[in-house]
């Protein structure tokens, strides 16, 4: 990541969040570089997976601003007023961002091949043999050139969860979301999902986003680690900093949960 590049990617300007009388997020301001490695880790109900649902357009916020690459997501201009953003708008900044989910969302009735290239074909009208070859190419990334015809009852929870992140990766994202994609494998298959993550991270210029319980492998990748809490980001620096120099009492209590498993 160059140092050069000062401008975020991302921003969130006091952003909140509400479920009803429930405030899940309480003003989040937070900066993501361009290709910068961000994990995201916290206690449960603390609003990581809101930060990224609002950033991929499935959550709006309650109010605040989220920018990306200088554009507001959720408000565009109508004669000279911000008005909210309409589905053509989301569309079209959502373009760049990719998301891998915790329960993979694929489409069962599709081969893995068409599950990563219906996307870039149907929704980016892209021609069908580039995707095609592309598709391929990510497939064979994440170690699955051999299951190119399977469908995805074919495979085990790693491997469809690879496929998933395959299927990010055809759409050129340059801003990638992780929203605990190990949380829901069998313990022995979480390493080979971890493994094609540091992979990307590694490299791949573009900014990642992980909201992740893995500990030790946020410290391996991230350059940057947010710790929230009750709807606020009560900690963040580097990996290190966070994950092995706090003094924050929460955090600790927090982490020696995670670290005595």
Known sequence: ???????????????????????VLKGIDLDIKPGEKVAVIGPSGSGKTTI?????????????????????????SKKGKQVRANEKHLRNIRGDIGMVFQHFNLFPHMSILDNCMTAPVNV???DKNEVRERSIQMLERV????????????LSGGQKQRV????????????????????????????EVLEVIRDIAKNDDMAMVLVTHEMDFA??????????????????????????HSENERLQTFLRRFRSV
């Open 1 to 23: 990541m160059s140092d050069t590049i000062k401008e975020p990617i991302v921003q969130f300007i006091d952003v909140h969040k509400s479920f009803g009388d429930v405030k």
């Open 52 to 76: 990224i649902r609002m950033l991929m357009t499935l959550e709006e916020p309650t109010s605040g601003d989220i920018l990306v690459e200088g554009n507001n997501l959720w408000k565009m």
């Open 164 to 191: 998933a992140m395959a299927r990010a990766l055809v759409m050129r994202p340059k801003i990638m979301l992780f929203d605990e994609v190990t949380s829901a494998l069998d313990p022995e298959l979480v390493g």
């Open 219 to 244: 410290l391996d990748i991230a350059d940057k680690v947010l710790f929230l809490d009750e709807g606020v980001i009560a900690e963040q620096g580097t990996a290190s900093d966070v994950i092995e």
């Open 124 to 126: 980016k009208k892209e």
């Open 143 to 154: 170690g699955l050139g051999d299951k190119l015809n399977n469908y995805p009852s074919q």
